[in-house]
């Protein structure tokens, strides 16, 4: 079964700092790895994605991730936060094998920037 | 940019009531889902539906609950005699495929049961 876990409840961070937010995720079989975002009071967004090919995904608004198979993780990372990045992160698993391919999530990391 | 729709934003009804809530999955997606997002909790797999039949739900997607493609552009998530422990935002998703391609997911239904 798969499983994703990300170990921050909460970032907060200071605007034009740098952030990593944290997600490992667990499977017997090879995955598909997303992160979505989700601003206030609206839905989920695709940032990235990452599917095969080259561990380094660069995704929308700056962000990026990388996958790291042997350490079954699959970071996000923006070099310098904006305000308008406060929001809810959510990582997100499916596995390449299987009928539908739904979307695993972990539990969210709330990314507060303050000015 | 084609989007995926859901109506109502906000729903509240009393627990043991019916509710139904309406999503339209962009024009030229197969597959559709249905997410739950529980305040404070993760976003939680309920079903997915392809080709006019259920494909895959999760063991929370009980007797409770039913989903139906009405029709070409409607897709619905039935609750019936809704429960307290309903309550959550309800999110629709539609894919062009399955596997690699990306999940789009309306904006969320906020149901409340009282």
């Known amino acids: 079964a798969q499983s994703v876990t990300q170990l921050d409840s909460q970032v907060p961070v200071f605007e034009e700092a740098p952030v990593e937010l944290r997600c490992n995720y667990s499977s017997s079989v090879s995955v598909y790895l997303f992160w979505y975002v989700q601003y206030p009071n609206q839905g989920l967004q695709l940032l990235l994605k990452?599917?095969?090919?080259?561990?380094l995904v660069k995704g929308i608004n700056g962000f990026e991730a990388e996958f790291n198979k042997s350490q079954t993780s699959f970071h996000l990372r923006k070099p310098s936060v904006h305000i308008s990045d406060t929001a809810e992160y959510f990582c997100?698993?499916?596995?390449?094998?299987?009928?539908?391919?739904?979307?695993?999530f972990g539990k969210g990391t709330l990314l507060t920037v303050n000015p | 940019e084609p989007e995926v729709t859901q109506t109502p934003s906000h729903q509240v009804t009393q627990m043991g009531q019916e509710v139904i809530l309406r999503c339209v999955p962009i024009?030229?997606?197969?597959?559709f889902y249905w997410y739950r997002q529980i305040l404070g909790q993760k976003v939680e797999f309920l079903v997915s539906?392809?080709?006019?039949?259920?494909?895959?739900k999760s063991e929370i997607f009980d007797d409770q609950f039913s989903v139906e493609r009405p029709d070409g552009s409607n897709f619905t998530l039935k609750i019936r005699s809704t429960k307290l422990e309903d309550s959550a935002m309800y999110f629709c998703?539609?894919?062009?495929?399955?596997?690699?391609?990306?999940?789009?997911f309306g904006q969320g239904t906020r149901l409340t049961v009282v």
């Open positions: 990452y599917l095969s090919g080259s561990t």
């Open positions: 539906f392809y080709n006019n039949e259920i494909s895959e």
């Open positions: 998703a539609s894919s062009k495929g399955q596997g690699a391609t990306e999940a789009f």
């Open positions: 997100a698993v499916s596995y390449s094998g299987g009928s539908n391919y739904k979307l695993t």
């Open positions: 024009s030229n997606h197969l597959y």
